[in-house]
T-cell receptor, first 114, second 109 residues
Framework: ETGVTQSPTHLIKTRGQQVTLRCSSQ?????VSWYQQALGQGPQFIFQ???????GRGNFPPRFSGLQFPNYSSELNVNALELDDSALYLC?????????????FGPGTRLTVT | QKEVEQNSGPLSVPEGAIASLNCTYS??????FFWYRQYSGKSPELIMS????GDKEDGRFTAQLNKASQYVSLLIRDSQPSDSATYLC?????????FGGGTRLMVKP
């Protein structure tokens, strides 16, 4: 069984730039959720993708956008980067349906905005 | 606003003791509940899930859920230094997880 993978591992960007982060879901999973984790805090839900469409969104501005591809992999795009966007970005995959709805995280992408 | 509250700690226990981690949540429609372990610099790892009132045991871990009191806990028996990490409580209502801020656990040899 292949786990969740993310790329790149680390990234340094300048304020105002744009960034794309990538995620491959665990085999057998069809849903991808993205979370932002600031230092010392719990992850915060950005959005979820299911069947290539956004399936729920947290309290994040439109400059955070995403895609899901037919193979269930996903991208998170952030435009006009701000210093506060510096965080660990986590992708979690899951299988839609069922009561428990467990989500499994990838290793994350550490984004630093200077 | 839906909230999940945890004591940030650190919670310090001696090796071999029982560590008790607690979490309260505000959204009564929450359906399932999760405990994740996060080592410093790493991503969260799912260790327990529970959706029915009562206890669920898995090895040294026991999750306890009381929906009437909106309370979920995690017990770690025979705590080991390798259990030292931040434990995140997460609550699922719909398709998103809402996380608490985490409790830092320190197990001292």
């Amino acid at each position: 069984e292949t786990g969740v993978t993310q790329s790149p591992t680390h990234l340094i960007k300048t304020r105002g730039q744009q960034v794309t982060l990538r995620c491959s879901s665990q085999s057998g999973h069809n849903t991808v959720s993205w979370y932002q984790q600031a230092l010392g805090q719990g992850p915060q839900f950005i959005f979820q993708y299911y069947r290539e469409e956004e399936n729920g969104r947290g309290n994040f501005p439109p400059r955070f956008s995403g895609l899901q591809f037919p193979n269930y992999s996903s991208e998170l795009n952030v435009n006009a980067l701000e210093l506060d966007d510096s965080a660990l970005y986590l992708c979690a995959s899951s299988l839609a349906g069922g009561l428990i709805y467990e989500q499994y995280f990838g290793p994350g992408t550490r984004l630093t905005v200077t | 606003q839906k909230e999940v509250e945890q004591n940030s700690g650190p919670l310090s226990v001696p090796e071999g003791a029982i560590a008790s981690l607690n979490c309260t949540y505000s959204d009564r429609v929450s359906q399932s509940f999760f405990w994740y372990r996060q080592y410093s610099g790493k991503s969260p790892e799912l260790i327990m899930s529970i959706y029915s009132n009562g206890d669920k045991e898995d090895g040294r871990f026991t999750a306890q859920l009381n929906k009437a009191s909106q309370y979920v806990s995690l017990l770690i028996r025979d705590s080991q230094p390798s259990d030292s990490a931040t434990y995140l409580c997460a609550v699922n209502a719909g398709n998103m997880l809402t996380f608490g801020g985490g409790t830092r656990l320190m197990v001292k040899p």
